[in-house]
């Protein structure tokens, strides 16, 4: 493992409520940013096409050659796919100790082949979350591996390989993606039932509000599906995928997938949609774990890497 030591129905509110702010670890606080109205990107537009009779159709898959553990989330930069997840150490016959853990971030080759890790979090603190690329930098977070906990937010320089630790919150934050049109950050909570925002200054530095961490957040009243990972998709939208396991009668569970679009200006999902594809190794949903979208032509074009430990990147066009 490459270590490298820290640099430095859908219903969302994230705008946090205007009130007195510190500044970030240097510089002066900033005025929150006004969301601006913007057209939706080709891409949203596409997926927001789409419905449950469009047909989905597996176009190539990559067989990742080593343990992946538990993947959280992916963006694919060029010709590399870069990716999240935890690992956790069980004993034979004994049960899970939260506080035991290692966070990684993968980069990996075409041909599903490890060419960096990088570890992530520190202490207890090591959970990934889902990840989004804003064209310099890797966002993520990493947390404790409960709810209601703890969470260190970094950014990484994938072209200097550098990690930098960039602010700490009170919560669990289970995804973390930058807004450049707003030059904001947008979170997640554990099972995504907490939304926060975060205003970064030119410098980039986190202007940080006063208040509780809770008490700053927005609640997700709906609960369609719990995202696992989240993408920046252009036009103040972010792109959410994930799942909601149900329990039935007899005991039995089942998991249903699925994506929504939730439009930043409006605070509210302007597109949901289940996904109905499965892994064909495992039976999975597919969105159990991280994706990432992306536009050819008319065509979109999505990655799903559903399965922990032996894994395959699936790629679908629809």
Request: glycine share 10%; with cysteine.
């Amino acid at each position: 493992m490459q270590t490298l030591a820290p640099g430095g129905a859908l219903c969302l509110s994230s705008v946090l409520p205007v009130g007195v702010a510190q500044a970030g670890r240097i510089g002066e606080a900033v005025e929150p940013a006004m969301i601006v109205a913007v057209e939706p990107s080709p891409l949203s537009k596409k997926l927001r096409s789409l419905n449950r009779a469009s047909v989905w159709k597996l176009m190539d898959q990559v067989k990742v050659q080593f343990k992946t553990f538990h993947c959280q989330g992916m963006v694919k930069i060029g010709d590399f796919f870069w990716v999240s997840s935890v690992e956790i150490e069980i004993p034979t016959g004994g049960a899970f100790d939260w506080r035991k853990g290692k966070g990684h971030l993968f980069k990996i080759d075409g041909k599903g082949a490890l060419v960096a890790d990088i570890a992530i979090g520190e202490g207890t603190v090591y959970h990934p979350s889902g990840i989004d690329f804003d064209g310099t930098h890797i966002w993520i977070a990493a947390a404790e591996y409960r709810p209601d906990s703890q969470a260190i937010i970094y950014r990484f320089d994938p072209a200097a390989m550098k990690l930098e630790e960039m602010f700490r919150w009170q919560d669990h934050i289970g995804g973390i993606l930058r807004n450049p049109l707003t030059n904001t950050l947008h979170g997640i909570s554990w099972g995504s039932r907490r939304f926060y925002q975060w205003q970064l200054d030119k410098s980039g530095n986190v202007r940080i509000p006063s208040g509780t961490p809770k008490g700053l957040s927005r609640l997700n009243s709906c609960y369609y599906i719990d995202y696992q990972d989240n993408q920046y998709i252009g036009g103040n939208e972010i792109l959410y995928t994930g799942l909601s396991v149900y329990k039935k009668p007899d005991g039995s569970r089942m998991a249903i997938g699925g994506m929504e679009i939730v439009d930043m200006e409006k605070q509210l999902p302007v597109h949901q949609q289940p996904v109905e594809l499965w892994s064909p190794a495992s039976g999975a949903s597919i969105t159990q774990n991280p994706s990432w979208f992306e536009l050819r032509g008319d065509t979109v074009r999505a990655h799903f890497m559903p399965d922990d430990n032996d894994s395959t990147i699936y790629i679908y066009e629809v």
